[in-house]
Nanobody, 120 residues
Framework: QVQLVESGGGLVQAGGSLRLSCAAS????????MAWYRQTTGKERELVAA???????YYADSVKGRFTISRDNAKNTMYLQMDSLKPEDTAVYYC??????????????WGQGTQVTVSS
């Protein structure tokens, strides 16, 4: 089992910055890719950014150049630095981690979510 706990959400004005953190605990040795998703009411959860154990990264087009994903494997923590925030970035942000063995997916874990609100 892997537990994920997000922190760092809050209210910020447009153009401002926030840094989200996701601390993983438990059987973290199996974690392969970690990712940030976000969801607003009435919409599907969307992938914002992801980072693999090998260092590969993915960003949604809507956040490229503004958000930066990073991982500190020694601390089992993932971060999302969000700059130049826009009102449309308002959402609940979720941390996700997939647990693999020999490349096969064993389980998929989610944090409880943290609210990010960007005022105009």
């Amino acid at each position: 089992q892997v537990q994920l706990v997000e922190s760092g959400g809050g209210l910020v004005q447009a153009g401002g910055s926030l840094r989200l953190s996701c601390a993983a605990s438990g059987d973290t040795i199996c974690i392969s890719t970690m990712a940030w998703y976000r969801q607003t009411t009435g919409k599907e959860r969307e992938l914002v950014a992801a980072k693999t154990n090998g260092g590969g990264t993915y960003y949604a087009d809507s956040v490229k150049g503004r958000f930066t994903i990073s991982r500190d494997n020694a601390k089992n923590t993932m971060y999302l630095q969000m700059d130049s925030l826009k009102p449309e970035d308002t959402a609940v942000y979720y941390c996700n981690a997939d647990c693999r063995m020999a490349g096969a997916l064993l389980n998929d874990y989610w944090g409880q979510g943290t609210q990010v609100t960007v005022s105009s």
